[in-house]
């Protein structure tokens, strides 16, 4: 049978061979995975058919791998893996469900943890069979001693029932909660919130009744993630210990008008059975499927354009934020991970210079052979305007990454498209077109990059 993985990320090659090493190990089938490539099929008429296949994975139980780009109706984790024949449907079940992350509590507790939480929680209304797994693809090294956050927040996602994968763990620490008891004196020891912030905190009123306190209101509404996600596990695993009774949610901070069915924890509560603290509950009805195909996202052209360069030429991106996508690190020449900054000089933002911004990319691309650094707006056909307009707000970016990390590189910029049935580019602007039907357009000055990656394309299916 085949594996089909569906992703809203851009596929890397380092997290599907974790991905195919955790699939031979848990079908008892050895495998070879060391050059693994990441190939666009074309038609016959040389358009792309918006799938990808994987080469260079060999395992006996496995005809061929496909990779899709999907979109979530709401929290989505990062892959679902398929194991059969056919191309996947929503009404098929996956093998695995698997959120995948680059950071480390050493970078981001509440991202690392909190967060994703959500995610898995989610899911489970759909796919209740299938295996879920949290995967660390660390960029930066893993702290040596995790934070109490951490060992909370990954116990418990043990509990659920979630595979850890790409991280060493103390089995003496980090294991499942076996007690509702245990999971509040765990939470209850660790470090105390801020002052003037609310603790999350879970106090069982009596049998049936367990309040746990944390803001929810952030930004003019129900939008706090980390406590979305933190109150979200905890709850579901207060339900997975066997607790039928009231969970109710303390000092959330929330207004009635702010509780809309639409939002996610409110449709996380009413699976849940959680209530809100002096509020009403909406009845929301969660999305019917769980996800479907992308057909629209700008995402579709700067993916392509990002997985032709690196697997058709010798160049490669030094940094990613592809639509809808985690934002990837700045890679320097020497190799080292940098998390970019929001702002030039955050004080002077704060005091209201909003010109302290520094606008970021999409994507980022190295041309070794040109000596070229080549910065990319993404955009849908129809907004290619403002992708050219966009094009001049980098120079921060420039000024604080390229020019100090790549001085002897020439930077160019330029825009990715996608959408219409277009098949000639006026603007000089913009460098690459993939069109609905699958069309490659190559803009009047694409750059250089460009052209040497469409072209080996283009000869390895003829």
């Not at 050895?30 to 693994?36: A, E």
């Not at 499942?176 to 020891?189: C, G, H, V």
């Not at 997975?240 to 000092?251: A, D, P, Q």
């Amino acid at each position: 049978m085949n594996l089909w993985i569906l992703t809203e990320e851009r596929p890397k090659k380092e997290v599907l061979k974790m991905i195919f090493e955790y699939f031979a190990k848990d079908q008892n089938c050895g495998f070879f995975g060391d050059s693994i490539r990441i190939i666009p099929i074309l038609n016959k008429d040389k358009t792309f058919s918006f799938t990808y296949e994987v080469i260079g994975f060999k395992c006996a139980k496995v005809d061929k791998i496909f990779i899709k780009t999907v979109s979530g109706s709401s929290s989505f984790t990062d892959f679902l893996v398929f194991y059969q024949d056919n191309l996947p449907t929503v009404k098929d079940t996956p093998l695995y469900a698997i959120e995948e992350t680059k950071t480390d509590d050493k970078e981001s507790r509440n991202t690392g943890v909190y967060q994703r939480c959500s995610k898995f929680v989610f899911i489970q209304n759909y796919y209740p069979k299938t295996k879920l797994i949290m995967l660390y693809a660390l960029q930066v090294g893993q702290k040596e001693k995790p934070t109490e956050t951490y060992i909370f927040g990954t116990r418990m996602l043990l509990t659920l029932g979630v595979e850890i994968l790409g991280k060493k763990l103390d089995p003496k620490i980090f294991k499942p909660f076996t007690s509702i008891e245990e999971l509040r004196i765990a939470k209850a020891n660790m470090r105390p919130a801020p002052a003037g912030n609310i603790p999350i905190a879970i106090n069982i009123a009596d049998d049936d009744w367990i309040q746990v306190s944390g803001r929810l209101f952030k930004s003019g509404g129900l939008s706090h993630d980390p406590n979305i996600g933190a109150l979200s596990i905890i709850s579901a695993v207060i339900r997975k210990l066997g607790f039928k009774g009231k969970i109710e949610i303390i000092m959330h901070g929330l207004q009635q008008k702010h509780v809309g069915k639409t939002n996610k924890f409110v449709q996380i509560a009413n699976v849940l059975g959680i209530e809100l603290e002096g509020l009403t509950l909406p009845k929301a009805t969660l999305p019917e499927d769980y996800w479907h195909y992308e057909t629209k996202g700008e995402k579709l052209g700067t993916i392509f354009i990002h997985l032709v360069v690196e697997n058709f030429t010798e160049s490669y991106s030094i940094f990613e934020n592809h639509a809808g996508c985690e934002k990837g690190y700045f890679v320097t020449k020497d190799g080292q991970h940098l998390a970019l900054e929001k702002y030039a000089d955050r004080e002077a933002y704060k005091a209201g210079d909003k010109n302290q911004i520094i606008f970021i990319p999409d994507l980022v691309l190295l041309d070794i052979a040109e000596t070229e650094v080549i910065t990319i707006e993404g955009k849908k056909y129809e907004f290619k305007q403002n992708g050219i307009d966009e094009l001049n707000n980098y120079d921060i970016f420039d000024e604080r990454y390229l020019k100090p990390y790549y001085p002897e590189y020439k930077i160019i910029r330029t825009v990715v498209l996608y959408g219409s049935n277009n098949e000639q580019i006026a603007e000089i602007e913009v460098g690459f077109l993939l069109n609905e039907k699958g069309k490659l357009v190559l803009g009047i000055k694409a750059p250089k990059l460009f052209k040497r990656a469409i072209s080996n394309l283009l000869d390895y299916w003829n």
